[in-house]
């Protein structure tokens, strides 16, 4: 059983009806004790990374989602959900996130290297490029495109967190994962067969979660 974790920051129903298709049982809460029922997390995101931490540490999600990964079960962070994993983002003034993967959150310069400007958000689709092709979550996905939306990009030396990177200007951190703290920049449930393979994948590292544990 997979729960959404619903902290009013997240796109719910996109999420929940991609599970929906591949035949997964999930709920959606905000509570820490139905959440606790879980066998593995996602934590969605939209909008500003210092709003999504002031909720989370309000409702004590943050103390629960560390306890969790460090009980070594699966959590997944999509889009605002995969850079709250890190330990820090500049966005509206420097915030600590959850620290659960070595990084920093830095808005696109909006100046490409030769001195011209783009646009930010970077939006659209883009091709992903397989670092750790054989990494559970990425297993049998192909290196197809994906749907981004977003003006802020994970910064981070642990090269070995980095699964898969995309370019907009400059090197996307796409998927991430170190043990069981898994995130994905772009959309998965908006990304076609790339990210519903990547979501069927998820479920399978859910599942054999729950065997290892008995």
């Not at 943050?62 to 009980?71: D, I, L």
């Not at 069927?200 to 979660?209: D, L, M, W």
Request: proline share 3%.
């Amino acid at each position: 059983m997979i729960g959404i974790i619903d902290y009013g920051m997240g796109n719910l129903h996109s999420v929940s009806k991609a599970l929906e298709r591949l035949d997964f049982d999930y709920f959606i809460s905000e509570k820490v004790e139905e959440l606790k029922k879980a066998d593995g997390l996602i934590l969605p995101g939209v909008g500003s990374f210092r709003d999504a931490m002031t909720i989370l540490n309000e409702k004590g999600l943050t103390a629960f989602m560390k306890g969790w990964a460090e009980e070594g079960k699966p959590l997944l962070g999509i889009c605002l959900g995969m850079q709250l994993l890190f330990e820090e983002s500049e966005e509206n003034g420097q915030t600590e996130g959850l620290a659960l993967l070595q990084g920093h959150v830095k808005r696109f310069s909006g100046v490409a290297e030769d001195g011209t400007s783009y646009k930010v958000p970077h939006m659209g689709w883009n091709r992903l490029a397989f670092l750790q092709s054989d990494h559970p979550l990425l297993q049998g996905v192909e290196e197809g495109h994906v749907y981004f939306v977003h003006s802020y990009v994970v910064k981070t030396e642990a090269t070995d967190v980095l699964l898969a990177t995309s370019s907009y200007y400059e090197t996307v951190p796409a998927v991430v994962g170190k043990s069981n703290v898994l995130g994905t920049q772009f959309h998965p449930e908006k990304s076609s067969d790339v990210g519903m393979s990547i979501l069927r994948n998820y479920g399978a590292i859910v599942e054999k979660g729950v065997k290892a544990r008995g």
